[in-house]
């Protein structure tokens, strides 16, 4: 079965970076389409950025088109996820997961068939 482990987060004020990591293991990552969802306190969980098992096939949400990029490294079966430009309402938990179905679909979709356990990112002063 997929593994996921997120790792990256913390506290940043607003306008800083961090860079979100999802090590996969169990599966070989290129097999499967890799999400980034979020879910914070009273709000429903977003995808946040979705990519395929093509460099070129990636989707964003509107929200964070521009100031987050999507990248995986199938040498070390690892997605990243740089956050830029980072806002107070980007607080949240942001969770990982695997799928077979294409980047697109799964991020409208928010939908994953394995989840890691979540990475907490505040923004705040």
């Known amino acids: 079965q997929v593994q996921l482990v997120e790792s990256g987060g913390g506290l940043v004020q607003p306008g800083g970076s961090l860079r979100l990591s999802c090590a996969a293991s169990g599966y070989t990552l290129d097999d499967y389409a890799i999400g980034w969802f979020r879910q914070a306190p009273g709000k429903e969980r977003e995808g946040v950025s979705c990519i395929g098992s093509s460099d070129d096939s990636a989707y964003y949400a509107d929200f964070v088109r521009g100031r987050f990029t999507i990248s995986r490294d199938n040498a070390k079966n690892t997605v990243y996820l740089q956050m830029n430009s980072l806002k107070p309402e980007d607080t949240a938990v942001y969770y990982c997961?695997?799928?077979?179905?294409?980047?697109?679909?799964?991020?409208?979709?928010?939908?994953?068939?394995?989840w890691g356990q979540g990475t907490q990112v505040t923004v705040s002063s």
């Open positions: 997961a695997a799928d077979r179905f294409t980047a697109k679909a799964m991020c409208i979709m928010t939908s994953g068939d394995y």
